[in-house]
Nanobody, 126 residues
Framework: VQLVESGGGSVQAGGSLRLSCAAS????????MGWLRQAPGKGRELVTY???????FYADSVKGRFTISKDNAKNTLYLQMNSLKPEDTAIYYC??????????????????????RGQGTQVTVS
C-alpha cells in the first residue's frame, strides 16, 4: 500500500491550495480516507475524513474552508483548502482506514484510527 501526497507549498493568508493523495496497492473505494496535519511542536490531528459511503467529517477549525473529495476512478483523494490562515501551517498527511486501525492519532479534539499513512506535504501560510 502506498499513499503519496502532493500540492503543498507556501501561500499568503487568505489564499488557497489543493492537496492530492495518490493511492495504490489496495481496494481504494472501500477505505475511509482522511487528512491529518501536524504543526511544529504539536501532535498530529484529524482535519477531515470521508468514508466509503461518501459521508464527510470536518474538524471545527476547518469547517466551511476546507473540502475533502475523492475520485475512485483515479484512486486519488483531494483536499481543497480556501481562506488559509497562518494556523493552518503544518505537514499534511493522507491516511487510509481499512478496518484494523493499526495506528491512532489524537492530537486535536478528535481521534482518527488508520492503517496506512503517506509521508506528508508541507503547507506554509504567512
Amino acid at each position: 500500500v502506498q499513499l503519496v501526497e502532493s500540492g503543498g507549498g507556501s501561500v499568503q493568508a487568505g489564499g488557497s491550495l489543493r492537496l492530492s493523495c495518490a493511492a495504490s496497492g489496495y481496494t481504494y473505494s472501500r477505505y475511509s480516507m482522511g487528512w491529518l496535519r501536524q504543526a511544529p511542536g504539536k501532535g498530529r490531528e484529524l482535519v477531515t475524513y470521508i468514508n466509503s459511503a461518501g459521508s464527510r467529517f470536518y474538524a471545527d477549525s476547518v469547517k466551511g474552508r476546507f473540502t475533502i473529495s475523492k475520485d475512485n476512478a483515479k484512486n486519488t483523494l483531494y483536499l481543497q483548502m480556501n481562506s488559509l490562515k497562518p494556523e493552518d501551517t503544518a505537514i499534511y498527511y493522507c491516511a487510509a482506514y481499512g478496518g484494523a486501525g493499526r495506528f491512532r492519532d489524537c492530537g486535536g479534539d478528535y481521534c482518527y484510527a488508520y492503517d496506512y499513512r503517506g509521508q506528508g506535504t508541507q503547507v506554509t501560510v504567512s
